[in-house]
């Protein structure tokens, strides 16, 4: 499965972006998928996640109620609308596909088998 993030760019605090992730190469409806996201320095950080279904989603704290995730499975397209972004929101986010949604909520990056080339956020005050 090939992954393809898009929609980053430069925004000021506030603002809003939506990053899209474009798979290929696979049944795209058989992959759980998930947002991380990498400041300088910093470790890879779990931001959000969606199971198969569409239905169950999981958000990590700093995120919850200003991200959203979400799927089309007809556009094999996975998306995350993000909203009140802060300073500490800058990083590479990267999308990522795992065929076992069992453990979604945990939020480990070792459980995802494919992953996305990363899209720059950047927030500026």
């Known amino acids: 499965v090939q992954l393809q993030a898009s929609g980053g760019g430069l925004v000021q605090t506030g603002g809003s972006l939506r990053l899209s992730c474009a798979a290929s190469g696979g049944t795209f409806s058989s992959y759980a998928m998930g947002w991380f996201r990498q400041a300088p320095g910093k470790e890879r950080e779990f931001v959000a996640a969606?199971?198969?279904?569409?239905?169950?989603?999981y958000y990590n704290a700093p995120v919850k109620g200003r991200f959203s995730i979400s799927r089309d499975n007809a556009r094999n397209t996975v998306y995350l609308q993000m909203n009140s972004l802060n300073l500490e929101d800058t990083a590479v986010y990267y999308c990522?596909?795992?065929?076992?949604?069992?453990?979604?909520?945990?939020?480990?990056?070792?459980?995802?088998?494919?992953w996305g080339q990363g899209t720059q956020v950047t927030v500026s005050s």
């Open positions: 969606i199971k198969k279904n569409e239905v169950y989603k």
């Open positions: 990522a596909a795992t065929s076992v949604d069992a453990r979604l909520g945990f939020g480990l990056s070792s459980d995802y088998d494919y």
